[in-house]
């Protein structure tokens, strides 16, 4: 298996520019989480899925940040309008479990820019 | 959820030492993982240890687990340079959150 895939891996962009970033899980898992990870906060969860329903979307920042899971092979990440505020990396990662019964597989991770 | 606190932030240690990071917690929990990140990439899984488990090994990995005082031990072995990285602990508690402090940055010196 390839592992979860994020893309792009790198994403320069300016204020008020909207931002997608999309992850593909691993295939047979029925959780996936996005991430964000920052010097000042470290990894925050922002939104978690399972079966492809959001379950707990509490650490979504502001309106400006959604996250969709069409299927349960894709999902997007979208912040509109963009700030530089929200230059982070982004990782998805996906179990195969219900939650945090069991290990989490991370993708490499979106690397994003606001100017 | 709760996230564990790594200590110490940082350590310096030279090639084929041993390497010991500790990992402490509020609440009770069903697991406690560790994980790695290698700079510039994503977070990798080292090792679960369930609440009833008091150590666990993986290859040159050892971890313990006390839930008695709420605390949690890796050890790296034999370290090596490919093991420069920062390390994470993660306790699972009966939600969904698996939540992550600020991690151990390990360095290994040649």
């Known amino acids: 298996d390839a592992g979860v895939i994020q893309s792009p891996r790198h994403e320069v962009t300016e204020m008020g520019q909207e931002v997608t970033l999309r992850c593909k899980p691993i295939s047979g898992h029925n959780s996936l989480f996005w991430y964000r990870q920052t010097m000042m906060r470290g990894l925050e969860l922002l939104i978690y899925f399972n079966n492809n329903v959001p379950i707990d979307d509490s650490g979504m920042p502001e309106d400006r940040f959604s996250a969709k899971m069409p299927n349960a092979s894709f999902s997007t990440l979208k912040i509109q309008p963009s700030e530089p505020r929200d230059s982070a990396v982004y990782f998805c990662?996906?179990?195969?479990?219900?939650?945090?019964?069991?290990?989490?597989?991370f993708g490499e991770g979106s690397r994003l820019t606001v100017l | 959820s709760q996230q564990g606190e790594e200590d110490p932030q940082a350590l310096s240690i030279q090639e084929g030492e041993n390497a010991t990071m500790n990992c402490s917690y509020k609440t009770s929990i069903n697991n406690l993982q560790w994980y790695r990140q290698n700079s510039g990439r994503g977070l990798v899984h080292l090792i679960l240890?369930?609440?009833?488990?008091r150590e666990k090994h993986s290859g040159r990995l050892r971890v313990t687990l006390d839930t008695s005082k709420k605390s949690s031990s890796l050890l790296i072995t034999a370290s090596r340079a490919a093991d420069t990285a920062s390390y994470f602990c993660a306790p699972a508690s009966n939600d969904y959150k698996l939540s992550f402090g600020a991690g151990t940055t390990v360095t290994v010196r040649a």
């Open positions: 990662a996906s179990s195969p479990g219900t939650g945090n019964t069991g290990e989490l597989f």
């Open positions: 240890i369930r609440s009833n488990e």
